[in-house]
């Protein structure tokens, strides 16, 4: 199994980035799947999830900001982060569980190798 993180980098507070998570020997959408991140000297917090069944789920610190998308025919998972803050400025990482129960408690299977994002005010 491989999860392969892209689209980091440095933007602008108030600008967008979409960070999207390759897939190959799993397929997100017979799992929970989700975002997480990581900012120097703080815990991996999730930020996102979907669930097999499409239903999502967001930390307060991102509701309306970011949107969390699967493509099934790509067998891809994308974060649209819209509105950046430089607190946003994180590693984030892609990740599969059984459930998003299981994302939520951080009972991972498969990670991500993490994509930078920088965002400066």
């Known amino acids: 199994v491989q999860l392969v993180d892209t689209g980091g980098g440095l933007v602008k507070a108030g600008e967008s980035l979409r960070l999207s998570c390759v897939a190959s020997?799993?397929?997100?959408?017979?799992?929970?799947a989700g975002w997480y991140r990581q900012a120097p000297g703080k815990e991996r917090e999730l930020v996102a999830a979907i669930s097999s069944g499409g239903s999502t789920l967001y930390a307060s610190s991102v509701k309306g900001r970011f949107s969390i998308v699967r493509d099934d025919a790509k067998n891809t998972l994308h974060l649209q982060m819209n509105s950046l803050k430089p607190e946003d400025t994180a590693m984030y990482y892609c990740?599969?569980?059984?459930?998003?129960?299981?994302?939520?408690?951080?009972?991972?299977?498969?990670w991500g190798q993490g994509t930078q994002v920088i965002v400066s005010s």
């Open positions: 990740a599969v569980a059984p459930s998003v129960l299981s994302l939520e408690d951080r009972a991972v299977d498969y």
């Open positions: 020997g799993v397929i997100f959408s017979r799992n929970g």
